[in-house]
């Protein structure tokens, strides 16, 4: 088993996405400008979703033209659909790695909330982005949602994420990362959701995005290492949540998640001292 994990930092699009304030330009820049002086590989930027849903990453386009970018450093987004990946086309700049993430849910409700439409629906919205990022070299990687609890419908299956995890990895190979969007699941939950998920996809492929709402992110991250997981995402500052989830708070933060996998004794190839930098920087935007 590696003893490297890989940290995909969420702060400036899960976070901020969350912020009813508006934040400029600038600061967005600033923040994602420092954490990609710290080592860290991954960093989810935006979103090309509907401005009227999420006003506060209606300026990701000017977000990918101003920010500073890193060699190595891989800058994601969330594209929904074929018109978000317009304008993700339209926004991205020449040289620069960028990563499009799509995303489900293993629930229904938290579906129809989310995406306005079933699961079915959005594998097919999906798919088009998939192969649009393929044909062009981008990379890619998947969310499913509510992978213990759905705000809507309660505990989820672990079968119906697995069931997830199967459908879009009929469209094409990528990281899962599987979302407790909701922040209601336990270590022994994650587990046995895990347990389900292995079946289609091996543990390497696979990432976990946990949200704090109970406390119980870093126990849940410390069950999926043991799992074999070794992909975890993170908000600097804890920041983050999302506005179709009611009771979503933050993230968890990317400084905690560093000192428990740093104590366990995996490598990151994060720096302690900027994360902590923006960290502060972060939370000074909410
Ligand atoms: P839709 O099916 O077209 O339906 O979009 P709609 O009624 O929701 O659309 C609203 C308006 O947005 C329409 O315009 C669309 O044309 C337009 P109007 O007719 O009202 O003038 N529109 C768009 N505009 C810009 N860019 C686009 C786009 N697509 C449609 N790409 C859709 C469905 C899902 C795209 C829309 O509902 C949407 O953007 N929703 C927001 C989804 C979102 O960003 N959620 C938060 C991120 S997911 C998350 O946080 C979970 C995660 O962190 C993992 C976890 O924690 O579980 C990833
Ligand atoms: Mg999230």
């Known amino acids: 088993m590696s003893d490297f994990v890989r940290i995909h930092e ?17 600061d967005k820049v600033a923040l994602i400008d420092l954490l990609g002086t710290s080592g860290l590989r991954d960093i989810e930027v935006g979103s090309f979703v509907s401005p009227k849903w999420v006003p506060q990453m209606a300026d990701t386009d000017r977000v990918l033209a101003d920010l500073t970018p890193v060699e190595g450093v891989s800058y994601a987004v969330l594209v929904p659909n074929m018109r978000g990946w317009d304008g993700f086309v339209a926004a991205r700049v020449p040289g620069v790695i960028y990563e499009v993430a799509v995303f489900i849910s293993a629930s229904e409700g938290f579906s129809q909330s989310n995406l306005n439409c079933s699961i079915a629906e959005s594998v097919e919205r999906l798919a088009p982005v998939v192969r649009a990022a393929v044909a062009a070299g981008v990379g890619v990687r998947g969310y499913i949602s509510c992978v213990t609890d759905c705000p809507f419908e309660g505990p989820v299956a672990p079968d119906a994420v697995a069931r997830a995890a199967e459908m879009v990895l009929a469209v094409a190979p990528m990281q899962l990362s599987l979302g407790d969007t909701i922040g209601k699941g336990t270590p022994e939950r994650v587990v046995t959701m895990l347990e ?21 992110a870093l126990a849940n991250i410390d069950a999926s290492l043991e799992m074999g997981l ?42 302690v001292d900027v994360i902590a930098k923006a960290a502060k920087m972060a939370r000074g935007m909410r």
């Open 10 to 26: 969420v702060g400036p699009r899960d976070g901020l996405q969350n912020e009813p304030g508006v934040i400029p330009v600038a």
């Open 196 to 216: 389900a998920v292995s079946q289609v996809a091996p543990v390497t492929q696979l990432a976990g995005h946990f949200h704090d709402t109970g406390g119980q």
């Open 230 to 271: 070794r992909a975890f995402d993170s908000a600097v500052g804890g920041l983050g949540g999302c506005p179709y989830a009611p009771g979503a708070p933050g993230n968890v933060a990317t400084e905690a998640v560093l000192d428990l996998v740093h104590g366990l004794g995996f490598q990151t190839g994060v720096d």
